[in-house]
Nanobody
């Protein structure tokens, strides 16, 4: 059974940093697609960063500030966040995509990141 568990969220002042972790179990540590999404109140869930076999990709709003990485030995996905801004406040979700035709998406429960002014 695929399970994703996020951790590392919290309250931080603007300009601070956090590192989010996503521990994957089962077959959830995908080489096809893993990513971090976030959703703020009243807004749509958006892709923050993704890592695939082909490389990494970032939302324009976080380029230069966030870094996505993975530790294959620990089956863990990370999101290192620097220079946090109040607009980064959201629930951050880990996502993995398994297989193709069809593929299945799995989500963690999310971890809250709150950035104060």
């Amino acid at each position: 059974q695929v399970q994703l568990v996020e951790s590392g969220g919290g309250l931080v002042q603007a300009g601070g940093s956090l590192r989010l972790s996503c521990a994957a179990s089962g077959s959830g540590f995908s080489i096809n697609f893993m990513g971090w999404f976030r959703q703020a109140p009243g807004k749509r869930r958006e892709l923050v960063a993704a890592i695939t076999s082909g490389g990494t990709n970032y939302a324009d709003s976080v380029k230069g500030r966030f870094t996505i990485s993975r530790d294959n030995a620990k089956n863990t996905l990370y999101l290192q966040m620097y220079s946090l801004k109040p607009e980064d406040t959201a629930v951050y979700y880990c996502n993995t995509r398994i297989g193709s035709r069809p593929s299945l998406d799995y989500w963690g429960r999310g971890t809250q990141v709150t950035v104060s002014s």
